[in-house]
């Protein structure tokens, strides 16, 4: 595995917490901020940081789209044998004139700065963990008190039982919006 850059800070996670971390949460954070950076990566299928990738593509339709943009150069596209595929790039698709069953190796440079969208999920997610119910993070599902004529009850969410860094749907529904557009009948092999 690539160790990539974490996608948030903590300071990141501190804005959204509205407070300072507490020294147990100090500890806890950078390994927290690169685990979920990790999980909204596999998520979304992009690095969000620049570098260099080789990725086995299928064509589809005369087209390969890379996953990591901007692209900022390739530095080559071959097909399974090693020969040389010519190919145009235009943003983050090659064009190429191999047929739609073909697969191609292609490495190239790209990626870029990180959208304040991802650092916000990336952050929301660990602060989100620190803010738990501590009923919820010992995994207790729902509870229910009663004292004299009073009653109170409910339900945690299935993320915050256990109090492990899960993404929430509505995690997962950003990074799936931030996944590289691709062509019906994509396959992506050795991605990243």
Not at 44 to 58: E, H, Y
Request: net charge negative; aromatic share 6%; charged share 20%.
């Amino acid at each position: 595995m690539v160790d990539y850059i974490p996608l948030a800070s903590i300071d990141d996670v501190e804005s959204l917490l509205g407070r300072d971390l507490t020294s147990s949460e100090a500890l806890q954070a950078p390994a927290l901020i690169k685990q979920a950076s990790e999980l909204f990566r596999n998520s979304a299928g992009r690095s969000f940081t620049p570098g260099r990738f080789t990725n086995r593509l299928k064509v589809n339709g005369g087209e390969v789209r890379l996953s990591n943009s901007p692209v900022t150069l390739v530095h080559s596209v071959t097909d399974d044998d090693g020969n040389p595929i010519e190919y145009t790039v235009y943003g983050s698709t090659l064009t190429t004139c191999l047929r739609s069953h073909r697969f191609v190796r292609v490495d190239y440079e790209g990626g870029g700065d990180v959208p304040d969208i991802v650092t916000s999920t990336v952050a929301g997610m660990v602060a989100r963990l620190f803010n738990v119910d501590a009923r919820a993070k010992a995994g207790m599902v729902q509870f229910q008190k009663t004292a004299g004529p009073f009653s109170e009850g409910g339900t945690f969410a299935a993320w915050a039982v256990g109090g492990q860094l899960m993404m929430s749907p509505n995690d997962v529904a950003v990074a799936q919006q931030l996944r590289a557009p691709r062509l019906p009948n994509t396959t992506v092999l050795g991605e990243r």
